[in-house]
């Protein structure tokens, strides 16, 4: 697939994917610039890895700004605690990131990765099953075509 056909095909996939998937594709790029900061790091390469941190942090500052504080009163006390307890885990990679970039400590940069390849499991099955939810409100709302009625209109919520 040549770069212009690439970027396209990006592009498509950014403005038709669902709250669900677009999370998952940041937190895929937080992956990939973690992966790319501790391969240049490994490699001393520290210029190149202070960007691919700087952008792991972006990722994450992005990751947080999407969770917001809920309060009990509105969605009860185990959803308001659940949203803080997800927005102090990306604060926490925030930090570990950070203290792995400025003590170049690989050790914090593995922690950092295997709390996002944990996060982006828990977001796969969440887009998986938010694709089967979409898949059978669908199929529950189409009427039968050989009894002649029109099909019914269905909202994609999700």
Same mark, same amino acid.
């Given at each position: 697939?040549?770069?212009?056909?690439?970027?396209?095909?990006?592009?498509?996939?950014?403005?038709?994917?669902? %709250?669900?998937? #677009?999370?998952?594709?940041?937190?895929?790029?937080?992956?990939?610039? $973690?992966?790319?900061?501790?391969?240049?790091?490994?490699?001393?390469?520290?210029?190149?890895?202070?960007?691919?941190?700087?952008?792991?942090?972006?990722?994450?500052?992005? #990751?947080?700004?999407?969770?917001?504080?809920? %309060?009990?009163?509105?969605?009860?006390?185990?959803?308001?605690?659940?949203?803080?307890? $997800?927005?102090?885990?990306?604060?926490?990679?925030?930090?570990?990131?950070?203290?792995?970039? #400025?003590?170049?400590? %690989?050790?914090? #940069?593995?922690?950092?990765?295997?709390?996002?390849?944990?996060?982006?499991?828990?977001?796969?099955?969440?887009?998986?099953?938010?694709?089967?939810?979409?898949?059978?409100?669908?199929?529950?709302? $189409?009427?039968? %075509?050989?009894?002649?009625?029109?099909?019914?209109?269905?909202?994609?919520?999700?």
């Amino acid at each position: 697939m040549s770069d212009q056909a690439h970027r396209a095909y990006r592009k498509a996939d950014l403005t038709t994917a669902s %709250p669900q998937r #677009l999370r998952l594709m940041l937190i895929d790029a937080a992956i990939g610039y $973690v992966t790319h900061a501790r391969t240049h790091a490994q490699a001393s390469h520290w210029a190149v890895a202070g960007e691919a941190f700087v952008q792991a942090r972006r990722a994450v500052i992005e #990751l947080r700004a999407g969770i917001r504080a809920v %309060p009990a009163s509105e969605h009860g006390p185990a959803i308001a605690e659940l949203a803080e307890n $997800v927005r102090a885990l990306y604060a926490f990679l925030f930090r570990l990131l950070t203290e792995s970039q #400025l003590y170049r400590d %690989p050790v914090r #940069l593995d922690d950092a990765l295997r709390l996002l390849t944990m996060e982006r499991e828990t977001w796969r099955q969440v887009c998986e099953r938010a694709a089967d939810s979409v898949a059978l409100r669908a199929d529950a709302n $189409v009427g039968d %075509p050989n009894e002649g009625e029109a099909f019914p209109s269905f909202s994609l919520r999700v």
